[in-house]
């Protein structure tokens, strides 16, 4: 079983920032990719930032310039550093990765979401 932990969200003025960060742990031998989605009310999960399994990464056209995805790979955290937050950025965050386990058999895990909301 692989936990995913998300923590980092809440209220925030239009133009301010947030950072959010999402720790793995449990029976993990590798993570291939790991990142960030959003889904706000009414519309589909979509991606916000993450990194592939080839360790580059991929950003929204949204956030490209605002938003920045890092990750410490000793503790199997990514982070998502947001900058200029606009309303539209408003949504539930969900952390997702994908790995093998222990057992050399591939997971694909979602935290449980945390809520930002950006408002004046």
């Known amino acids: 079983q692989v936990q995913l932990v998300e923590s980092g969200g809440g209220l925030v003025q239009p133009g301010g920032s947030l950072r959010l960060s999402c720790a793995a742990s449990?029976?993990?031998?590798?993570?291939?990719?790991m990142g960030w989605y959003r889904q706000a009310p009414g519309k589909q999960r979509e991606l916000v930032a993450a990194?592939?399994?080839?360790?580059?990464?991929n950003y929204a056209d949204s956030v490209k310039g605002r938003f920045t995805i890092s990750r410490d790979n000793a503790k199997n955290t990514v982070y998502l550093q947001m900058n200029s937050l606009k309303p539209e950025d408003t949504a539930v965050y969900y952390c997702?990765?994908?790995?093998?386990?222990?057992?050399?058999?591939?997971?694909?895990?979602w935290g449980q979401g945390t809520q930002v909301t950006v408002s004046s």
């Open positions: 997702n990765a994908r790995g093998a386990t222990m057992k050399h058999q591939d997971f694909a895990s």
């Open positions: 990194f592939n399994s080839g360790g580059s990464t």
């Open positions: 449990g029976n993990i031998f590798s993570i291939y990719a």
